[in-house]
């Protein structure tokens, strides 16, 4: 599950909203509300990398927030 509250606060910190990161990685901003709660499909890796690129994300942030379940 992603780690939500960390993927928005970085959502904000880039000034963008969850609209403006729907539309970049190609999906309805339904789509993401849904990826982001959990009721539905998870990100695929593609779209992780979409996001991990356009959020400036480091290697630890991307595992903290789309792999927090599974690293330590």
């Known amino acids: 599950m992603v780690n ?9 910190e880039c000034e963008m909203t969850v609209s403006d990161l729907a539309s970049i990685v190609g999906i309805d901003k339904a789509t993401l509300y849904r990826k982001l709660n959990g009721n539905g499909e998870s990100f695929t890796i593609k779209e992780a990398d979409i996001i ?8 630890e942030e ?3 927030i789309f792999f927090s379940q599974y690293v330590a």
């Not at 939500?4 to 904000?12: A, D, P, Q, R, S």
């Not at 991990?52 to 290697?59: D, E, I, N, Y």
């Open 52 to 59: 991990s690129k356009k959020l400036r994300l480091t290697v």
């Open 4 to 12: 939500v509250n960390k993927l928005k606060g970085k959502i904000v």
């Open 62 to 64: 991307v595992n903290a």
